[in-house]
């Protein structure tokens, strides 16, 4: 069932996309609202890639180099955006990613050699389920093993107090940025893994809206929680398609629905579903014992 | 002087007039920005959208055949009413959940008001009907200026001396104040702090009601998704005359609407967003206080 | 229980997807347009004029079938037109696919109609790149670079403007082709074109300053190939700082909202090409009108007819297959020959693009006076 | 005497037109135990501040070993060796009782990054010993059994031994203790004024400490600085300060009273 296979395969991307502002938003508690930016970064340079330098090579070694250079572009966007941007707090900061990935899609619509505001045409299908999903494995393992570590322990440290992991020798700035890197290169590879699924790429598939949607998916499913970002992508990504078999009137209230969802959400639970915590089979069956 | 470089004066007067004209509606909204940051420091992201409502207001009050004066206030009231329904109903309970879920809060309501409004007016833009016939003044050989543009500008320095004299010399402009300055310590004084936000709220959508009106007189034009864009570079207006600061929300509105103004007409259109949200980075980075905004330390 | 939900959320999907099969004696089509969002009002007049003809067309059916319309919103956008196709193809198994009218919406789809074989025809996307993206995309429209032609031609034979400006819409590759061959063709024919770049980008409100540039340099005529949101806006502000000359542009400019935009002043002495006339004498087209007037209670404007067109080569192009599959009936379709629509006569080319004529309007307070019909 | 491992140097701070510390002249030497005492607003806290980076004097220089640190950031002086508690204690307060200890070992650890996402064997027995020497570490504070509790569910008394141990286990020569008995019932500033003594010759520190309650600091200091309106107004031994008549008259005078 290609319909299905292919939500199956959209929810894939955006939980790769979750899972990475995640880890700038829950984990190291920067407040971003660019992530659309260094997906759309990732998108056109793996779409760039394909369409005018693709390698005689297989293609799926092709996919892999591809999601390489899309990581590696949104990573290094990431490093440039962050050292300027990251030394701000809170809701500035969350200005000022939306700032930069506003920049970042109009210099893609005056960009012709992508297509500008036509779109970008004729990249290959790459992507299958399987090539998403060993991605999405990679970057729950990658974000889920640095967490363990003493780097994704100071990485939440910021987000608990800031002025203390100073205190105790943690250079805040290098973790920040850190976070903010990895973050974004993750988003970097969703882009191309998104350009060689969809086959098109048009610069407004990138603006505030799906920032905003993305931050949604995790603050539903919990700020700070791998587990909340992957239930959250999965929810958001399989509701409008669920709206859409409802018929054309619930379809069409869709993001009436989404923001009241979200009003409501912050009223009832401010800290998502799930919390900070991780959902683990074990803990759901202990749940059902008792 | 050869005419070229007497056209190129005729031409800055020009564009700083346009400027000034389109920095007014800045100020307008920047000054509702301004207010509710200063009181409560949550960026109230849905304030475009109270502008919307404004002008929305008007257009439906103008085509009903109420005249522009009586329409200009209801268009005030209308979105201060709906600002305080939604501080009651959305910001007050969560005032204590941090700043995160506040602006996250703040993106719902935005989004509600800008969807709701497309699937209940249509997504189409609608014009504005003509309330008056446009003068348009000549000042010397090729430097215009339209009645519009003189009501705008006249407007928004009337609204804003207004503001500063009930926030500087009234009662209530005081307890406004003392909200901000402390809110627990101005409780105890036996100030009644939550009518204080509401009343906040109340002035700020109204401003942005009036530059609404504003707007549709003088662009003629008027659809649910317009807060977007100047919500946005209202609140850079704001951070650029450094939020919280009542004079500093007009200087940055004008500064800002003029350099816009500049940037299209000695460069190029397309460069005027990516020049404002620089200007927003740049005054973050270099002074996040703001031109008008003083140095504070957060407390350890 | 919030995972009990979802689980239960997750076996409801195909359930759902499959459990609304239409009947399987129709022969189904699908169409994506945009019912909601910015630009609804192109995709909810097409949709009218389809419908108007899927009546005509099940009087008789085709080959003993009645036709069936499944209508897809893409909301105007590249991602959910991708989507919808995708649905159309999988969950509908429909025979062919119209739509849609933004042509960076009818690009996103375009690769998976292509890639699956099922013949998708636009009857509104005028982008160039639109049928290159393989053979079963074609179109019953005229592109870009006939309209940018045809108003180079009107400029400069019919209006005799020799010295024009052209001011582009830069978030829009509509704007941009458009803009790129009038440059091209009104050079040729010996106009002069104002070197400099005037630009402005969709949802921009003041003009002014923009204006006062174009002003300076004292062009004859203006082209402006944009979007009537912002046209209109533009041609009231123009006048409003005493820009006299006929501001020109494409079928972007169609819209009933354009006089109320620019106002009595603005609207004058202004003319753009389009599809269609409800002025045109035809009698298939006066035919037409008045059966849509009684429908919907208003003029249909090009969207209508081209969507009403689109529809009616399809189901001519049925009944010519050799046989009801999505092969034969791409065949059918790409050889269309002579088809008398409401917008013209249909003829597609080697590359699946129609050939025929643009008509110029002018618009003025009353509303679009015809002026005349170019052909190419 | 040898050199002062910590020397501020006229140190002084200005807020707008307030200046909080005025020429603030203060040693500290291997081994010391020295206290700070002053009526509120004395700029006490402003002082460790200073020291610990979050504020750049606006003039004068600190020196630390005989480098000028007054433009380092935090955590470059936390790594160079001084650690601090804070007056309202400030805990990772979602984490784990022995993570927070383990956030502050953190500069022992040499795995890179990558090593801890593909679990490689460096990353295994770095994490093993650093696990190991936060439960010593927490035992010494009687702190082992609730390892595993969040932060912020400890009792108050609890947490501020947390604080003590997290600000320990960065492995200082000098430690500032910003008033660590505040908010304690008098059996347990007493158990705290023996445990900061055994701190100091235990881990072979020096400490800072700024505290309001006399006794502890009278009973614990070696020697002691008075401030007053920024200004220092007086330092000596415990002894000396006690019948300083300008203390009396700024401090003591009033609390005797």
Known sequence: ?290 | MSEDQLYFFYDLFQYLINGICQGSIYALIALGYTMVYGIIKLINFAHGEFYMIGAFTGYFCIRGGIPLYFAFPIAMLVPGIIAVLIEKIAYKPIRHAGRIPALITALGVSFFFQYFGQNVLGADPKAFPEVYEETIYNLGEAVSISSTQIIIIVTTLVLMLFLRWLVMSTKVGKAMRATSFNKDASELMGIDTDKIISFTFFIGASMAGAAGVLVGIYYNTVEPMMGLIPGLKAFIAAVLGGIGIIPGAVLGGLVLGVVENLVVGFWESTYRDAVSFGILILILLVKPTGILGTKTKEKV | MTFKTILSLLFLLPHIAFGAKADAKDIMLGAVFPMTGPIATYGQESVNGMKLALKRINLKGIRGKKVQLIVEDNKGEPVESANAVRKLISVDDVYAILGSVASSNTLAGAPIAQSAKVPMLTPASTNEEVTKMGKYLSRTCFTDAFQGEVMAKFAYNSLNKKHAAIIVDLSSDYSKGLARIFKKRFKAMGGTIIPQDFSYNQKDTDFRTLLRKVKRKKPDIIFLPGYYQEVGLILKQARQIGMVMPFIGGDGWHSDSLLKLAGKKGIKNNYYSSHFSPDDTDPAVQNFVKEYVAAYGSKPGAMAALGYDGLMVMADALKRATSLNREALQKAIASTQNFKGVTGMITLDKMRNARKGAVVLETTEQGNIFKEKISP | MSAPILHANNITMKFGGLVAVDQLNLKVFKNDLVGIIGPNGAGKTTVFNMITGIYTPSDGEIILEKRNINTERPYAISQLGISRTFQNIRLFKDLSVIDNIRLAGHQGLTYSAMSSIIRSKSFKTAEKKLTEEAIDLLKIFKLENKKDFLAKNLPYGEQRRLEIARALATGPQLLLLDEPAAGMNPNETNELSELIGWLRDYFKIAILLIEHDMGLVMNVCERIYVLDYGKLIAHGTPGEIQNNPKVIEAYLGTEVD
Request: charged share 10%; glycine share 12%; proline share 3%.
């Open chain 1, 1 to 290: 069932m290609e319909y299905l296979a292919h939500l199956t395969l959209n929810c894939g991307i955006f939980i790769i996309l979750a899972v990475s502002l995640n880890l700038i938003n829950g984990m190291a508690g920067q407040f971003s609202l660019g992530h659309a930016g260094f997906w759309a970064i990732g998108a056109y340079t793996g779409a760039a890639f394909s369409v005018f330098s693709p390698l005689p090579i297989p293609d799926w070694m092709n996919l892999f180099i591809g999601c390489g250079i899309g990581g590696i572009s949104a990573s290094i966007a990431g490093i440039l955006i962050g050292i300027p941007c990251l030394r701000l707090r809170g809701d500035y900061l969350a200005i000022a990613t939306l700032g930069f990935s506003e920049i970042i899609r109009l210099l893609i619509v005056n960009m012709d050699v992508v297509g500008g505001p036509r779109g970008f045409t004729n990249i290959p299908k790459w992507a299958n389920l399987g090539w998403v999903y060993l991605w999405v494995v990679i970057t729950i393992l990658f974000i889920s093993n640095l967490m363990k570590g003493t780097h994704g322990r100071a990485i939440i440290s910021i987000r608990e107090d800031e002025i203390a992991a100073e205190s105790i020798g943690i250079n805040t700035f290098k973790y920040k940025l850190m976070a903010f890197v990895i973050g974004s290169g993750f988003a970097g590879v969703a882009g191309a893994l998104f350009a060689y699924s969809q086959q098109f790429i048009h610069p407004n598939g990138f603006n505030f809206l799906w920032s905003v949607i993305i931050l949604l998916m995790i603050i539903l499913g919990g700020l700070g929680s791998i587990t909340g970002a992957v239930i959250g992508a999965v929810i958001l990504t399989l509701l409008p398609e669920v709206l859409r078999l409802m018929g054309e009137t619930i379809s069409q209230w869709r993001m009436v629905i989404y923001s009241l969802l979200l009003i409501m959400l912050m009223l009832w639970r401010p800290q998502g579903l799930f919390g900070k915590k991780e959902l683990n089979l074990s803990a759901l069956l202990g749940r059902k014992k008792s």
